[in-house]
């Protein structure tokens, strides 16, 4: 370790340079070799220092303290005294903390899951014995709703808002109307029998 003055110090540059009494030169310092220090150095603090030689040649002063000034402790220390516990600490905690990522996601799917199942099942009619239709049932549904015979040829037809028997063409037209288009005027006596009086038909 050399012991030296601080010669010379550019503030707004950050550097300066120290004289030793054993070195043949003057050394540069850079304030990054100071930065654990408490205070900026000033021209007349003595400086111990080691000498590193940097790729072009050059001398630098490492390693420095400042005497008399007490020096800042790095928040970084701790850490170093420890690594490998750290590294094994973050290792186990990663670890764990994968496990219990992927149980609290199994645990949601299967909730969702169980919700849906039940959501779907209270949607979905039970159907029971006492539900189902009996022939019983058939025979007095098929004498409420009579079936109502609409003959083949009546495809082509279509509800246009005719209303009247002179304006079909055929007694099968006219009976689709009656039982297909609103507002028909056809079947006056209300038997399903449309254009009765139309001697046409």
Partial sequence: MNKGLLKSWKTDKGF?????DTLEHDTFIHISALKHMSRKPKVGDTIYFEVATQPDGKTKAIN?????????????QKNNNQP???AKSNFASSFLGKVASI???????????????????SQTPIITNDDLATNDDLVTFDEK???IVIPKSTQNFTCDGRQHCSQMTSKDEAIFFINNCPNTKMDGDGDGK???NDSRF
């Fill in 16 to 20: 300066g340079f120290i004289k030793s």
């Fill in 64 to 76: 420095c303290r400042i005497e008399g000034v007490t020096e800042l402790k790095a928040p970084h």
């Fill in 84 to 86: 490998h516990r750290i």
């Fill in 103 to 121: 149980g609290l996601i199994a645990v949601l799917c299967l909730y969702a899951f169980n919700k849906y199942n039940t959501h779907s099942s």
């Fill in 145 to 147: 709703y009579p079936k």
């Fill in 194 to 196: 449309p254009c009765e």
